[in-house]
């Protein structure tokens, strides 16, 4: 049975192929871009998604092709960049993805307060659209999306029937199979008639993905972790640009930069021997090397001083706060601060300590690939084990606030394997809402590292208040740093 069904699904794939290139191609050819219709030639899955669509319905699915290949062009889809659409869009955050809801499937959103009926504005909105679900599209090919349209706090000149429209034909046509469901929260009792209509247009089938909800049962479709406070959730998510929000991590990361695939050229206690190596080194060196110049100006220096001023060298580099996730302790929680002179203070380290009975697999993602080295990136953690990880900034770059790093982390089975290969199968694998993900910022601080000239200065006058002031600096610096905007 199982042969039949693909036989004739491979056979559907065909046929549209062929007719779309003798029926539609051949008269129609300046009408669409040679991009899509090469990847219609060589995509089974996008044939398919239209296919499925259309029941199977070969005519049906030419027409919906023909129809969906002329908005392409159109609207340039294959071109559209974040140039492509007007800065203060992309800065308003009333389109974005972030989230998932809790079948998994990647949250769309679409803040309808922030969208006043302007036909002069019109049209980048409805590529602002196109621009978020061909970036989803070409990343995470056929796997659906949640669209969140909030319309909490919307007013009668937010109400724009066009862009509704549009944005059904998108998952109507454009971007078919793409849709889970469409989850309407609060809708004001002004738009009831309004999506009467819409009903109308979605037709009876589509009509059974649209979710009217509240604040009491929003929660039947989305966790509290992914619903923002004024839906009852606990998301302390805000929207900001740039860089791009949530779906423009990158991935992997290595102790040389990005890299082209997720296979690590060292085994996992390689990597965890090797990033532990570093943090010790980098620290041993540091007291050490502070200690040994005191001592040599001031030989009368009290024991208990070199105790304090090792005591608090370390803290500069221990993790001060930890996020408690339901398989991974991070550490720090929100944010890395990293140094700003010394080469060795520009080096981060994260902490994770794997809080359940099962091996977690772990991997680094970033909005800056360029920037940063890290190590270990993609590797996996025993259970009531911790692995450090150390992030530094590639060659001389410079960190930045806008810089984020998405740590996920997975549980996996007893018998599976930690090798490069076994963990990168693990990853296509492993369903998104088994995922654990947590975000952190980045900071630089002021170096608290004493240079020789300042402990020569100071040698015959050291006190207690010397190197309790090279811990209040760094507090100091730090408090301003988290009184910063982020």
């Known amino acids: 049975m199982a042969e039949y069904q693909a036989q004739n699904k491979a056979k559907l794939i065909s046929d549209v192929r062929r007719r779309f290139e003798a029926e539609y191609v051949t008269d129609k050819s300046d009408k669409y871009d040679p991009r899509d219709v090469e990847r219609l030639q060589q995509d089974d899955n996008w044939v398919e998604s239209y296919l499925c669509w259309r029941h199977n319905v070969v005519d049906e699915t030419l027409k919906m092709l023909d129809e969906s290949f002329q908005w392409r062009k159109e609207m340039s889809v ?48 409805k590529k602002l659209i196109a621009f978020w679900l061909e970036r989803y599209a070409k990343r995470e090919n056929g796997k659906p999306v949640t669209v969140m349209f909030d319309l909490s706090e919307t007013g009668i000149n937010s109400i724009d029937m066009d862009f509704v429209r549009f944005i059904i034909n998108c998952f109507k046509v454009y971007y078919p199979k793409y849709l889970s469901k469409m989850v309407i929260f609060d809708m004001p009792w002004i738009m009831n008639a309004a999506f009467k209509i819409v009903k109308s247009w979605l037709g009876p089938e589509a009509v059974s993905l649209l979710k009217f909800t509240s604040k009491n049962d929003v929660q039947d479709y989305v966790s509290v972790e992914y619903l923002p406070l004024h839906m009852g959730g606990t998301d302390p998510f805000k929207y900001s640009y740039p860089p791009l929000v949530d779906d423009d991590f990158q991935t992997p990361l290595c102790e040389n930069g990005p890299i082209a695939s997720e296979d ?60 408690k996730g339901p398989l991974l302790h991070i550490s720090p929680a929100e944010e890395l601060y990293f140094g700003s002179t010394e080469p060795e203070e520009k080096k981060a380290l994260i902490t994770l300590t794997n809080v359940t009975k099962n091996i977690v697999a772990f991997k680094v993602r970033t909005t800056a690939p360029e920037k940063y080295r890290v190590k270990p990136s993609n590797s996996s953690c025993d259970p009531g084990a911790s692995v450090d990880i150390v992030v530094s900034p590639h060659g001389g770059l410079t960190v930045s606030a806008q810089d984020r790093f998405l740590i996920m982390a997975a549980e996996m089975e007893q018998s599976s394997g930690t090798g490069p290969a076994e963990l990168t199968q693990f990853w296509k694998e492993v369903p998104r809402n088994k995922v654990m993900e947590h975000r952190l910022r980045c900071h630089t601080v002021e170096s608290i590292k004493p240079t020789t000239l300042t402990l020569k200065h100071h040698a015959f006058n050291m006190s207690d208040k010397t190197s309790e002031d090279l811990y209040l600096q760094f507090a100091t610096s730090r408090r301003e740093s988290d009184c910063s905007p982020p």
């Open 264 to 323: 690590e050229a060292s085994s996992k206690e390689d990597i965890e021997s090797d990033g532990k190596e570093t943090l010790e080194t980098i620290s041993n060196e540091e007291q050490t090397a502070l200690v040994k110049k005191v001592n040599i100006i001031e030989p009368t220096f009290k024991a208990e001083e070199n105790e304090k001023v090792d005591s608090k060298m370390k803290a500069f580099k221990k993790p001060l706060s930890v996020f």
């Open 78 to 125: 294959n071109d559209l960049t974040e140039a492509s659409i007007p800065r203060w869009l992309l800065e308003i955050g009333g389109i974005y993805l972030h989230g998932y809801d809790k079948e998994g499937n990647k949250l769309f959103w679409i803040r309808v307060k922030y969208h006043i009926k302007d036909q002069k504005t019109i049209l980048d909105k």
